[in-house]
């Protein structure tokens, strides 16, 4: 069984440009979620995916959006970026059919905004 | 909005000490998560708890699920060196729209550190 897994590992952006973030659910899940995880924190939830579709937002703005594709893989996609976007972002997938509160996460795209 | 605060927001023990730390919420959770997170990864989930009162164990982790159903304790008996890592508390948001599966809300985490 194969788990999540996120490209790419790192990433350098200057200030005002855009980055596109990717993530593989793990197999057997429908349902991906994304989080942002500044320095010392814990992650916080930008957005969810499900059956293509956006099912709940955090509280980020309209520049970070999202899709998904139909074999459940994802993307994140951050536009302007500001300084204070540079943070660990993090894949989540749980399983069809329940259990979704039960996340389980990539090991994360590190973002360095300059 | 919903806030989670863990405690103690860092440990430093000795191997073979037994770790206890807990979370606590303004509001009420009906799931409470536990999550381990090392350096450079993922968080790794530890424990699911689903009903109030409910105690669960993953070896030498056990997790309890408050009666109030504000608060979690997460106990690890004879630590380990490899036990060293950020313990988080989640538990799903009520305010983030569509279904409320999957939409986590994580405390600030508890860095643990073990001397051998």
């Known amino acids: 069984e194969t788990g999540v897994t996120q490209s790419p590992t790192h990433l350098i952006k200057t200030r005002g440009q855009q980055v596109t973030l990717r993530c593989s659910s793990q197999s057997g899940h429908n349902t991906v979620s994304w989080y942002q995880q500044a320095l010392g924190q814990g992650p916080q939830f930008i957005f969810q995916y499900y059956r293509e579709e956006e099912n709940g937002r955090g509280n980020f703005p309209p520049r970070f959006s999202g899709l998904q594709f139909p074999n459940y893989s994802s993307e994140l996609n951050v536009n302007a970026l500001e300084l204070d976007d540079s943070a660990l972002y993090l894949c989540?997938?749980?399983?069809?059919?329940?259990?979704?509160?039960?996340?389980?996460f990539g090991p994360g795209t590190r973002l360095t905004v300059l | 909005g919903q806030q989670l605060n863990q405690s103690p927001q860092s440990m430093f023990i000795q191997e073979g000490e037994d770790v206890s730390m807990n979370c606590t919420s303004s509001s009420i959770f009906n799931t409470w998560l536990w999550y381990k997170q090392d350096p450079g990864e993922g968080p790794v989930l530890l424990i699911a708890l689903y009903k109030a009162g409910e105690l669960t164990s993953n070896g030498r982790l056990t997790a309890q699920f408050g009666i109030t159903r504000k608060d979690s304790f997460l106990n690890i008996s004879a630590s380990i060196p490899s036990d060293v890592g950020i313990y988080f508390c989640a538990g799903p948001s009520a305010n983030a729209g569509g279904t409320s599966y999957g939409k986590l809300t994580f405390g600030q985490g508890t860095i643990l550190t073990v001397h051998p």
């Open positions: 989540a997938s749980s399983p069809i059919g329940g259990g979704g509160n039960e996340q389980f």
